[in-house]
């Protein structure tokens, strides 16, 4: 029984860590439609300065409510964002007009957030380093064509290791890891999911809370 309850003590102040705003000032979520209903106000009201949501994935794949994410985002007095999930088989033409024609050309959008992960089930046979480094470079050049202002990459860990596109693509990264701050991409982030477990008001699960180096 002990156990049993130091180890929920544990999994609650887990959900409820954040970082310290002293050493990490702005601080939001990332969301996507599987976070079900979401109250905006109150999100702002739990210390969220800014909200990334999920706009693409992949060649077809979009949230049919992401436009109206945004509008309310903005209307509970936050910055929005969006991320796009980047499929490793698909096509960067493909993938980069899904994205186009889902997120607007507005000014004050956050610069669009890029996802990379290895997916066996999407992506059964991963392209090579040369051929995902091409791919990407053409995905990312139509998207920040579109959007006016260089994207971010959001690579896993797995990803890093792999292809290590921090390495090879110059642009800024978000990076993801439970409770510590990561080093996998061997030079700074620019933002992190520190938690993926978050308890946030205003969203019913587990939320994905995000900090901004300053």
Not at 57 to 64: A, C, S, V
Request: proline share 7%.
């Amino acid at each position: 029984m002990l156990l049993l309850a130091a180890g929920g003590a544990l999994w609650w102040q887990a959900r409820a860590w954040r970082p310290e705003r002293a050493r990490f000032p702005v601080q939001g979520v990332w969301v996507d439609q599987h976070d079900g209903a979401i109250d905006w106000r109150m999100i702002k009201a739990d210390g969220a300065d800014f909200v990334y949501l999920t706009a693409s994935e992949g060649p077809d794949r979009r949230d049919p409510s992401f436009g109206e994410g945004i509008d309310a985002v903005r209307a509970a007095g936050m910055q929005a964002g969006a991320v796009h999930v980047y499929d490793l088989c698909a096509p960067a033409d493909a993938q980069a007009a899904n994205f186009v024609t889902t997120v607007p050309r507005e000014k004050d959008l956050l610069p669009p957030a890029i996802m990379l992960d290895i997916d066996s089930r999407s992506c059964p046979d991963a392209p090579g380093e040369a051929a995902l480094q091409s791919e990407l470079t053409t995905f990312l050049n139509q998207v920040e064509k579109h959007v006016g202002k260089a994207a971010i990459l959001m690579p896993t860990r797995s990803i890093e290791t792999r292809y290590h596109l921090a390495a090879v693509l110059d642009r800024n990264l978000w990076l993801v890891q439970d409770y510590l701050a990561p080093g996998y991409a061997g030079r700074p982030f620019v933002m992190w999911t520190a938690s993926r477990r978050a308890r946030v008001r205003g969203i019913e699960g587990p939320a994905r809370w995000v900090v901004v180096e300053p």
